[in-house]
C-alpha cells in the first residue's frame, strides 16, 4: 500500500528538512510538495476504497474506508489550499518584521507535525493509536495559536492547552472503557482496540460501558470540536492564530475531531441502539447552533465572528448526524465538506483583510470591495456560503440536514434513570416542524449577524491611510478554486465524491 | 422548448460577455442590455405561445445533488407571468441603454449588466421551476442579485442601509417559505411540485394551516404587505432606476405567483373561508396604508415603492374574494376575483414600471429625487412628462386605461358578495369595496400632486431650470410601456380570455367566454344585467365630446388667438415660492388622517430686531410616525440583541469558569446515561 | 342602430340644454328666499355665450395642460352624463360602463381640475386643487356604498337596468328604508361633489373658503365657459341619477314618441323640483369649515352602510 | 491460588485506596512544592499497583509502563515542576475558587459519585480488580475539579497529572494494560503535555508577572 506509506512520509520528511532548510522560499517548495505528495496519495487511495471497499494497510496498523477516505480528502484540499496561501502571507509578515525569518522553521516544523498528527489520527485502526494521534495535534498547535507571542496569543494557547488536554484525556478514559468492555468478548488483546476486531464483535460488548464511554469520547473530543458548552477555548484561540493556522483548525481539526467522535458511534451503535448517541449529538448540536447564533450577533471582531460561525456549523452537522437516517448522515457529512472549504476561505480572507487594516474590528474595516476587490469578493462568498444562501453547496447540505430534522425528528432518546425508563419523542408531526422552526430562526439570526457585518466591511469607502487595489498573488488561487467548488457543488456533485459521501454514509448507518 | 432555450442562451451570454471586455463600457452596455432585450423578446413569445398550449409543458434534469432536479413546468399560470416579466425586462433593457450612461465611471458596466441579466434569468426561473429545491434556488439568487443591484451606489451611508434591511427581511421570508416547503415535504417526502400536488397521504387539516399562513407569510414579505412592507420603501428607491422599475413591476409579483401556485394548485383550492378572509384583510389594509404613507413622500421613488404595497393590496383583494368564494363553491366568482387579480397584476407591472422609468429620468435630467426641488418640467422634458401622465392616469384608475379596467373587475367581484350565504362576508367584501374606493380616490390625489409639482408650475430649483429631455433609448422603454397600458385598457376582450385559460383550471370553470358580451364590444362580469363596461366605447365617446367641446369654442365664433400674461399674483411678480409646495398640498389629508400619521411638526420663527412681528425667517419641518417600526420591529431587534448581550456572561474568560462547564457537562451526560 | 345614435344625440342635447338652466334656477331660487329679484333664470345661457366670445387670457407658466383640461373635463363629465338615464330607461350607452364607470369619469374630471389648478403656479389654485383633492378622496367610499345599496335592490350595478327594473316594480324589496338611508348620503355626496353648500360656495371667490372657484381662477374666455358648462352638467348629472333611481317613476320605459314626450315632461319637472330644494338647502346652512366637511361625509358614508345592513337584515 | 489473588486483589485495593487519599492530600494541601511531592509520592503508589497486576495477571508488558511511569511521574515531571516553583518563587496558593473544607467534601461527593457511576459495570471487572475501575474514575474527576480549584498554573497542572494518573489506574488496574503501542504513545503526549505547560507558565510568568491563570481574562465577549 504505497499510498500509504508516502502520505505518512510526505509530512515527517517536510518537517525534519524544515528544521535545516533556511530559505524560506525553499521551506515553502517542500511544504507544497508535501502536501502535493498527500493529495496525489490521497486520490490513489480514494479510487481503491471506492473500487475495493475498506481495506487495511501496514499490518493492520492502517485501516482505511469510504468515511476516512472522505476526511483524508478534506485534509488535502484545505491543506493544499493554506500551503498556497502561506507563501505570500508568511513572507509579509517575515518582511515586515512580526517575526524572526529563524522562527519559519519551527512554524513550519509544527505545521507538518500538525498535518501527520492529523493524517494519523484518520487512517489509525486502532482507537487508542487515534487518540494518540489527537492528543498530538492538540500539542502540536498549542504553540502555532501562540506564534505571535502577544499577550493574548499566549492567553489563548493556555486556556487551549488545558481545555483541550482536559478534554482528550477525558476521551481517554472513554477508549479504557472501551476496551475494558471488550476484553471480555476479544482474545487477543493487544489488537482489541483495532477496529477490525471490534466493529464484528461490536453487538456483543456490554451496553452500559458503552454508554459511559460514549459519553466520555463525545465530551473529550466534543472539546476538540467546539461543542456548547465545551467550546470556550475556540473563538480565542481562532482571533490569535495566524490565518493559515486557523483554516486548518477550523477546516480540518474540527472535522478529523468529529470524525473521532463517529468512529466510536459506530461502535457504540452495535450494542446500544442509534437513538441514544443520536440523542446526545442532536442536543449538544442543537446547544451549539442556538448560543453560536446569539453570539455571531453581537460580534465586533471579524476573527471571533468566523470562530462562532464555526461552532455553529458543528452544531448543524452534529444536528444531522444525531438526526440520522441516510438523509441528516449524508447531509452532515457533506455539510462538514462545504464547511471546510467555506471556512477556511473566510480565514483567508481574514489575513488579508488584517494584513491590510491592522485591525481585527469589524468597524474600522469598511470599503473593502475598493480597497482589495479580491478579497473583498472572497469574504461576501464565504459570507453567503456561511449563512447557506444558494447557490453555494452549503445550502443544499442544510437544506438536506434541516429536511431530515423536519422528516424524522430527533428519534426519541431514552433517558433512562434509576426512577425507571422514561422517554421524550421528539418525532411526531408537530414537533419535527417546532424544531424545523427552531433550527430556522437560529440560521436567520447568524445570518442577520454575518450579513449585517460583512456588508459593512465590504461596502463603503475604505477609511484614509488604507491602500486601494489588490495585486494578484499565489494566495488568489486558492481563494478563487474554493469560491467555484462552493458554487458548484450547489449544483452538481462530482461522481466520486457524491459515491464517497454515499459509500461513507452507509458505513455510518451500519448497513 | 427552443423558445425557452433562446431565452436561456441569451440571458447567459448577456451575463458573461459583458465582463469579457472590461475596458469599453459602452460595449458592455450595448451587450447586456441587448442580450437582455433579445432574451426577455423571446420570453414575450414564449409566454403567449404557453398561453395557447393545451396542456403545460414540462422539462428535467436531476443533478447529483440529492433532492435537486432542474424541473421546469410552463404551464398557463407560468406563462402568464413569463410574458409580464418579458415585457417589464424589454422596456427596462431599452431604457437602461440610455441610463446607466449615468453610473459611467462610478460603477463597473459589466457587473451592473451582467447583474441585471441574471435577475431577470432568476425571476423567470422562480416562475418557471417545479421543484421546490430548484425554486429555492432561483429565488434566493433572485433575491441576492436585486441586493446587489440595490447596493450598486453603496458609497452612500442610506442605499447600505437599504439593502441591509432588505436583504435581511427577504431571508427571513425565505426562512418562512422553506418552512412551507416543508410542510409539503411531509406529504410526499420529495420536493417534486408534483408530489406537492398530490402527496402520498394527504395532509391533516392543522399542517394545511400551518402551510397556509408560512406561505402567507414568507411571499408576503417579498410583496410587501403591510405589516411586512418595512423594507420596501427602502430598498426599491436606493437600485437603480430601471431597477427598481423592475423590483417593483414585477419581482412583487413571483410572490403573488407562489402564493397562487400553492394556494390553488398545490392546497388544491380546498380551505376554510377565513383564509380567504385573511387574505381580505391583508390586502385591504395594505392598500390602505400603501396609499397613504405614499402621500406623505416627497421622495418621488420612495412615493411610488409605497404604491406598490398599495397595489398588491389590490392583487390581493381580488385574490382574496377569489378564495372566499372558492370556499363556498360559487366558481364563476371565484374565478372572476382571481381574473381580477391576476389583470391589476400586468397592469401594475406596466405602469409601475413605467413610472419608475419616468422617475428616473427625472432623476437622470435633475440629479434629485426630492419632488420639491422639480416644477415647470413638463415644459423642458414633454416626452417624459407625457409617459408618465399616461403612467399617472393609468395608476389612478382612471378610464378608459388599463389600471381602471382591472380595479372595476376587482369591485365587480366585490360588489357580487351577495351571491354569499353568510351575512358577515355580505357586508364585509362591500366594506372592502368602499376601503377600495378610499384607495382609488387617494391613489389619484398622490398622483395628482406628484405629477402636478413635478412637471407643472414653476421651477424650484436650478437643476429643474436646466433640466433636459432625456436620450432615445429611454424614452422608447418608456414607450413600449405607455402602448402596453393603452392597449390593456382598450383591449380587455381580448386579454379577458386570454387570463380566464390561467384561472379556469384553479378555478374549475370557463368564464372567458361568457365575460365578453355585445359581440366583442363589453365586459360582463357575471351578465350584462348585473353590469357591463366597454372600454373602447368610452374612448371613442371621450374624443368625439371632447371635439364637441372645440365645436361649440369655434361654432360661437370667439376670437380664436390666445392673450398670453403672467399669473395674477396679487400685484406681485410670480415666484416659484408662490407655488403649492408637495407639502402643503397633502397638509389638509394629512391633518384628517392625523391619527394614522402622528404627524410632528416643528415650526421655528426668527423675527427682525426691529419688530415682533415680521419674521425675518421661518424653519418648518414635519415628520410622521414610522408606526411599524417603532411598535413591531425596533421591539423585536431589541429583543433577541439584549438577549445576546444577556448571554455574553458564559464567555466570561476565566479559564475556571471553563474547566467547570466540561466538568458539569460530563457529570450532567453521566448521570443522564446511569 | 340608427334609433341609439339618435337617442344619443338627443340625450346629449338635452342635458347640455339643461344644465345651465339648473343653474340659473338654483340662484333664483337664493335670490328669492334672501329677498332679492336676482337675475333671469336663462342668465346662465347669456353668460356661457358670452364666455365663448372673449378673448381668453392664458398664464405665461401654464403648460398644454392647462388648456387641455377643459375639454377634457366637459368630455369626461359629458359621457358620464350619457350613463345615466335622463328621460328614458333605454339609454344607448347603457352598456359602456355602470355606474362604477361613473364614479371614475367624474374623477377623471375631477384629477385634471386638480392639475389645471397647480399649473398657473399661484397659491389660489394649489390652494384650490389641495382642498378638492381631500373632498374628492372622502366622498367616494360613500359613494360606492350607497350605490352598491341600491345596486343590490335592483340585482344591477347599470343605471337603465337599475331604473328600468325600479320603474317596472321587478324585484324591488317592499320596504324603503334601505333606499332612502342611501338616497340621503347620495344626496349629501351630490352636494360635495359639485360644490355645493354646505361644502364650498360657488357663488363666492374670497380665497379662504373657495374650492372649486379657486383651481379655475386663471381661466377665461371659452375656456371657462367649457369648464362652468361642464360644472352644470355635473350638477344635472347627479340630479337625474338621485331622481331617477329614487323616483323612476314616469320614465319613459319604451321608445313609444308618446312615453318619451311625458318621460322628458317627467324629467324636467323632477330635476326642477330638485333644483329647488337644493337652492333651498344653500340658504338654510352655512358653509361649514374645511375640517368640518369630513364630518358630513362620515355622516354619509355611515347612512349607506346602514342602508345596506338594514337591506340584508330585511332580506333575511 | 486462590489465597495469592486473594492477597493480591487486597493489596491492588489498598494502593488504589491510598492513591484517592493522596489525592484529598492534594486537594486540600495549600504549599505548591507539597503538592508536586504529593504528586510524587501518588505516581509511586501508581507504579506499586501496576507492578502488583503485572506480576498477579502475568501480563508482563505492564512493568515496562509501570518502569516508564516511575521514570516519567516520579523523577522527571515532578524536577521540572520544582524548577518552575523555584523560578516564580510563589510557595503557596492564598485564594482558591474553593476553600479547603467544602473542596473536601465535593471530592468526597465525586467519589460517591464515581461509584454510582461505575457500580453497574463494577461486576464485569475481573476478582482482581473489582473497584479499581470506579477509584480510577474518582481519581479523574478529582483531578478536574483540583484544576477548577485552584489559581495557579502550577497547581493546574498538577491536577491535570493527577487526571492522568485516574487514567493509568483504570487502564491498568481495570484492564490490565492496555496495547503497548498505546501506552507508549500515552506517556510520550504526558511528557511532552508537561514540558510544554512547564515552558507556558515561565512565558505567562514573563508576560503578565503572574502564574496566577485568574488573571487571563483579556479575550472575553
Redesign the interface.
Known sequence: MIAVMVMLIAPTLAGGLSLVVHRSSLLHAINLASMGALVASEIMITRTVLSEGPVTALGQFVYLDALSAFILVIIGAVGLACSFYMRSYMDEQVARGVIAPTRLNLFFFLFHMFVLAMVIATVANSVGVQWVAIEATTLATTFLIAFWRRRESLEAGWKYLILCSVGISLALFGVVLTYYSSLHVLGDVSQALNLTQLLPVADRLNPHVLKLAFIFILVGYGTKVGLVPMHSWLPDAYTEAPAPVVAMLAGVLEVVAVYAVLRMRMIVDHAVPSTFTGGLLALLGFASFVTAAFFILIQHNYKRLFAYSSIEHMGIAMIGFGVGGTLGTFGGLFHLLNHAFAKSLAFFAAGNIHRRFHTVEIGHVQGLVIAQPWTAMALMISGLALSALPPFASFASEMQVITALAAQGVPGMWLSSTGGMMTVTLSDQFSRVGLAAVFLLSAVLAFGGLIYRMTGMVWGTPPEGVARGEIWTLGHLPIILLAVALVGFGFFLPPPIRQLLEQATSILLLD | MNLFLLLFACYLVGILLPLCFPANPRIQNLLAHGFAGLASGAGIVLGITGLLLPEAWTVSAQSTVPFLSFAIRLDSLASFFVLTISLAGLATSVFAMGYVTEFCGRVSMGTLGSLFNGFLLSMTLVVLADNGFFFLIVWELMSLLSYFLVVTEHEKADVRYAGLFYFIMTHVGTAFILMTFLVFFQGGGSFSFEAFRHPEHPLPEGMRTLAFLMALIGFGTKAGIVPLHVWLPYAHPAAPSHISALMSGVMIKTAIYALMRIYFDFLGGQFPWWWGFVVLVIGAASALLGVMYALMEHDLKSLLAYHSVENIGIILLGIGAGMIFQSYGLKELAALGLLAGLYHTINHAMFKALLFLGAGSLLYATHTRNMEEYGGLLRRMPWTGFFFLIGAVSISALPPTNGFVSEWLVFQSLFLSFHISDIFLKLMLPLAAAILALTGALALVCFAKAFGISFLALPRSTQARHAEEVPVPMRMGMTILAVACVALGLGPMVVVPLLDRVVSPFAGVSIGGTMVAMDGWALAPMNVEFSSLSTPALALLLVVLSILGVGFAVAAGGRVNIRRYKTWGCGINLTPRMGYTATGFVQPIKRVFSAVYQPTVKLETEFLNESRYFAKRRHFEFHIEPLFQKYLYDPLIAFFTTMADRLRIIQAGSLHLYLTYIFVTLIALLLLAV | MLQSVLLLVAQTTILLAVSPLLVGLIRKVKARLQLRRGAPVLQPYADLVKLFRKQPVISTATSWIFTATPYVVFASTLSAGLLVPTFTSQTPMNFAGNIIAIVYLFALGTFFLILAGLDAGSAFGGMGSSREAIVASLTEPAMMLSIFAIALTAGSTNLSTVVHKTALMEGIVTDPSPHLMALAALFIVALAETGRMPVDNPATHLELTMIHEGMVLEYSGRYLALIEWAAGLKLAVFLSLIANVFAPWGIATTVAPAAMGIGLLVYVVKIAVLAVSIGVIECMFAKLRLFRVTDLLGVAFILALLGLLFFYILRS | MPILSQIGSQLIDLCSALLLLTCFAIVAQRRLSACVDLFALQSVFLVVTAALVAYLTG?HHIYIAAALTGVIKVVIIPRVLKKVIERLNVKRELVM?VNVPAGLLICGGLVM?AF??AQ??IP??NILTRDS?AI??AI??IG??T???R?K?VT?LVG?LV??N??FL??TA???G?????EL??F??VL??AL??GI?TN??QD??DSVD??H??????
Request: glycine share 6%; proline share 3%.
Open positions: 501480563n475558587n459519585l454510582f457511576i453497574p459495570i464485569l471487572g475501575l480510577a474514575l479523574v474527576l478536574l475539579f484544576m477548577i480549584a489559581q498554573a493546574q491535570f487526571m492522568e485516574g487514567l483504570g487502564a481495570a484492564t490490565h492496555m496495547p503497548l503501542i498505546v504513545g500515552v510520550f503526549d511532552i503535555a510544554i505547560a507556558y512565558r505567562l508576560a503578565f491563570t485568574s487571563l481574562t483579556v479575550l472575553k465577549e
